[in-house]
């Protein structure tokens, strides 16, 4: 039998059906929000995967064509390679629920969220990541839930959750954020809802309007949180048992007199490298010298010393007030940047900061270079794309290059979204823009770097941006009363740490930010301290990167497209194009251009020539000329009749020469003065309001002598 639980979210109905589907799963809910349905289920091994000391997790999020009632595209007709929405929804699931498994589990464990019907009104995402936490809760599996996700917009000044599509186009800011059921609550309260995780985009609001987001969202969240207590307590089952690894403190013993002096001798090396260099000789020589030929022994070794890693790193900062590289908390690593480093690029720049370092560059197209996203709510026409990489060499790897990963995928997604609000409109700047960021050497906060190095690149390349974008990643570590906020981390600060913010904006405020968090009790005041911290660094970045670059340069690099829109009349474009694109080929031919025709008569032409673009765009403008009463042409005789001829003047504008207007003299026949095919000068004498055109050759002929 199944159950059935609703409750209002937001203005709408929610509702968690279980029993109902996937019987053999641990755990399955059917979650509708409004006509948005979603299928999450949760399946979990269970024996422990060997020689592993971490949750080996899976979170795919699947959206299915037919749940807005379409048919795949291509050859095989069915769902193919995930696209990036169904990317990015995964991944937010996955940090979001990752940090509340218990720290020893270690059974393979695997989430399918499939999106089984969309209503293009109620967030798909929004119901994907409760029926994550559902599937969870009442199965069997460990997890330290429930939580919710809400999205919050601002319109109008007010904030909303769950807006519609629609209506958040409006929105100045879109901020994706999932709270967690936390006992006992505060202020009498039975619970309190505590952030774990969030990311979103924003036109340059005020640090204040985010944690006013932040806490309105928490609030909204409390009615889901409701119901899934409500769902576990009728259908949940007793959670497995998880057994607890028991410290052998001998063997910890043993292990720190070995290793800690070489450890701490490493975590006194600034340089990424000759510091990985030193730890690996330590922990080599550990396990070697311990754990000898046992595999079990070795990898118990190797746990225990990155352990003592991260106490070492957590010591220094909180009580030692003391970073790897000697910085203070709020320090920010040594920036430094260039631009047009690549000659034949449309736009480039190379941004250091501290061991990370980006290398951009600008690629400007035109319409046709945009990217298409076939999405099940619709399709998108991408005219701005960022694209990251992160190769191998970069951290002194060496693997085989694959295509781009989750993880690219999402730190493209978050620049691009930083760089969006400051991006000129298409009127003001009718280019596709591509930005790829190759990261050239790692440490800590390169996706950072490549919003840095994208609004360089942007600038370099004559893109009118309206303001520079800087980003900072801040980082956390709490324990009991000690709390330090870091700016600008380090990757072994991020290991170790409790929290990654990443904050991009500009002077004015913020415009994306994506927050992971791996402790509880994360506070209001904690929460404030690091956005302020975070102005503050990305007010001093925006100031270096001022130094390299004030302003967009003046005019677009030589090699990129001159793009050129001329706009005609709706019932003028099969007219440009001709018949099977006969005059678009013939443009093309003659001039070299790149040219579009959109159906609302904006025609755009491209070309780094300048001379074969006025070419083009004269041969537009006489194909779609219209007749101008009093102007003379040379027409051609298409057909006589025994009143007169007509005369094309203009691609398939024609107009009547009457037989009176064909010479001076009075004429019998009008084929005594004209045959069909012949070349003739006309006077436009009238065009009236039906737009039929009177002609003259007489006075044509006049106005010759």
């Known amino acids: 039998m199944n159950n059935t639980f609703s409750m209002d979210f937001a203005g709408r109905?929610?509702?968690?059906?279980?029993?109902?589907?996937?019987?053999?799963?641990?755990?399955?809910?059917?979650?509708?929000?409004?006509?948005?349905?979603?299928?999450?289920?949760?399946?979990?091994?269970?024996?422990?995967?060997?020689?592993?000391?971490?949750?080996?997790?899976?979170?795919?999020?699947?959206?299915?064509?037919?749940?807005?009632?379409?048919?795949?595209?291509?050859?095989?007709?069915?769902?193919?390679?995930?696209?990036?929405?169904?990317?990015?929804?995964?991944?937010?699931?996955?940090?979001?629920?990752?940090?509340?498994?218990?720290?020893?589990?270690?059974?393979?464990?695997?989430?399918?969220?499939?999106?089984?019907?969309?209503?293009?009104?109620?967030?798909?995402?929004?119901?994907?990541?409760?029926?994550?936490?559902?599937?969870?809760?009442?199965?069997?599996?460990?997890?330290?839930?429930?939580?919710?996700?809400?999205?919050?917009?601002?319109?109008?000044?007010?904030?909303?959750?769950?807006?519609?599509?629609?209506?958040?186009?409006?929105?100045?800011?879109?901020?994706?954020?999932?709270?967690?059921?936390?006992?006992?609550?505060?202020?009498?309260?039975?619970?309190?809802?505590?952030?774990?995780?969030?990311?979103?985009?924003?036109?340059?609001?005020?640090?204040?309007?985010?944690?006013e987001a932040i806490k309105f969202g928490l609030e909204a969240v409390r009615p889901i949180i409701d119901l899934q207590d409500q769902v576990s307590e009728v259908v949940g089952k007793a959670k497995r048992a998880v057994q607890e690894e028991t410290p052998d403190e001998a063997l910890i013993a043993k292990v720190s007199e070995a290793a800690l002096p070489g450890l701490r001798e490493g975590y006194d090396m600034p340089r990424k490298l000759e510091r990985q260099g030193k730890l690996g000789e330590v922990r080599e020589a550990a396990v070697?010298?311990?754990?000898?030929?046992?595999?079990?022994?070795?990898?118990?070794?190797?746990?225990?010393?990155?352990?003592?890693?991260?106490?070492?790193?957590?010591?220094?900062?909180?009580?030692?007030?003391?970073?790897?590289?000697?910085?203070?908390?709020?320090?920010?690593?040594?920036?430094?940047?260039?631009?047009?480093?690549?000659?034949?690029?449309?736009?480039?720049?190379?941004?250091?900061?501290?061991?990370?370092?980006?290398?951009?560059?600008?690629?400007?197209?035109?319409?046709?270079?945009?990217?298409?996203?076939?999405?099940?709510?619709?399709?998108?026409?991408?005219?701005?794309?960022?694209?990251?990489?992160?190769?191998?060499?970069?951290?002194?790897?060496?693997?085989?290059?694959?295509?781009?990963?989750?993880?690219?995928?999402g730190h493209g997604a978050l620049a691009r979204k930083a760089l969006v609000p400051v991006l000129p409109t298409a009127e003001q700047f009718p280019y596709t823009i591509r930005i790829v960021s190759e990261i050239l050497s790692s440490n800590g906060s390169s996706s950072m770097a490549t919003v840095c190095g994208g609004i360089l690149c942007l600038m370099d390349g004559g893109v009118p941006v309206r303001d520079i974008v800087a980003g900072i990643a801040m980082g956390l570590l709490k324990e009991g009363d000690k709390v330090v906020i870091l700016s600008d981390i380090l990757g072994d600060e991020d290991h170790a740490g409790d929290m990654d913010f990443?904050?991009?904006?500009?002077?004015?405020?913020?415009?994306?930010?994506?927050?992971?968090?791996?402790?509880?009790?994360?506070?209001?005041?904690?929460?404030?301290?690091?956005?302020?911290?975070?102005?503050?660094?990305?007010?001093?970045?925006?100031?270096?990167?001022?130094?390299?670059?004030?302003?967009?340069?003046?005019?677009?690099?030589?090699?990129?497209?001159?793009?050129?829109?001329?706009?005609?009349?709706?019932?003028?474009?099969?007219?440009?194009?001709?018949?099977?694109?006969?005059n678009i080929r013939q443009i093309i031919s003659e001039t070299g251009v790149t040219i579009d025709v959109e159906d609302d008569g904006t025609v755009t032409i491209a070309s780094a020539d300048a001379e074969m673009a006025a070419r083009a765009v004269a041969m537009v403008k006489w194909l779609t000329e219209e007749a101008e009463v009093g102007k003379i042409y040379r027409g051609t005789v298409k057909k006589i009749v025994d009143f007169g001829a007509f005369v094309e003047i203009l691609p398939g504008t024609e107009g009547l020469l009457h037989i009176s207007q064909i010479a001076k003299e009075r004429i019998a026949k009008v084929t005594d003065v004209l045959q069909e095919g012949d070349e003739v000068m006309v006077k436009v004498l009238e065009v009236d309001k039906q737009g039929k055109i009177r002609l003259s050759r007489k006075e044509a002929l006049g106005a010759e002598v």
């Open 13 to 211: 109905n929610f509702t968690i059906k279980t029993n109902y589907v996937a019987a053999q799963a641990d755990g399955s809910v059917l979650v509708s929000y409004g006509d948005t349905v979603v299928l999450v289920t949760a399946v979990s091994s269970r024996i422990a995967r060997e020689g592993v000391d971490f949750l080996p997790l899976t979170v795919d999020y699947q959206e299915m064509t037919f749940a807005a009632g379409k048919i795949p595209g291509g050859f095989f007709k069915r769902e193919g390679r995930p696209n990036e929405h169904e990317i990015l929804t995964s991944r937010i699931i996955d940090r979001a629920i990752r940090p509340l498994f218990p720290k020893d589990y270690h059974c393979e464990t695997q989430l399918v969220a499939t999106l089984l019907s969309v209503d293009k009104e109620n967030d798909a995402d929004v119901a994907a990541m409760v029926g994550a936490s559902a599937a969870l809760g009442i199965s069997d599996i460990p997890f330290k839930g429930p939580i919710a996700g809400v999205r919050v917009g601002r319109i109008n000044g007010e904030l909303v959750a769950n807006a519609s599509a629609q209506q958040m186009l409006e929105s100045e800011m879109s901020l994706f954020l999932v709270g967690r059921k936390a006992v006992p609550g505060s202020a009498g309260r039975p619970y309190d809802v505590e952030l774990v995780m969030m990311e979103g985009e924003a036109k340059e609001v005020t640090e204040d309007v985010i944690i």
């Open 288 to 409: 070697k010298s311990i754990g000898g030929d046992d595999p079990i022994l070795c990898k118990k070794v190797a746990a225990i010393i990155e352990q003592l890693e991260s106490r070492i790193l957590r010591d220094m900062i909180l009580n030692d007030k003391k970073r790897i590289d000697g910085r203070s908390s709020t320090d920010i690593r040594p920036i430094s940047s260039e631009v047009g480093i690549l000659p034949r690029t449309h736009g480039s720049a190379l941004f250091n900061r501290g061991e990370t370092q980006a290398l951009t560059a600008l690629t400007l197209g035109t319409s046709s270079d945009e990217q298409r996203m076939d999405y099940v709510g619709g399709e998108e026409l991408r005219s701005f794309m960022l694209h990251y990489n992160f190769p191998p060499y970069s951290v002194g790897e060496a693997r085989p290059l694959r295509s781009p990963g989750r993880r690219e995928i």
């Open 502 to 582: 990443k904050v991009c904006g500009t002077e004015k405020g913020v415009t994306a930010m994506q927050m992971d968090i791996k402790i509880d009790g994360l506070t209001e005041d904690i929460l404030r301290q690091a956005l302020v911290q975070a102005r503050d660094g990305r007010l001093l970045i925006i100031g270096k990167l001022r130094e390299t670059l004030s302003a967009p340069r003046p005019d677009i690099s030589m090699y990129a497209p001159r793009i050129t829109t001329v706009k005609v009349k709706e019932d003028q474009v099969r007219t440009v194009i001709g018949s099977g694109g006969k």
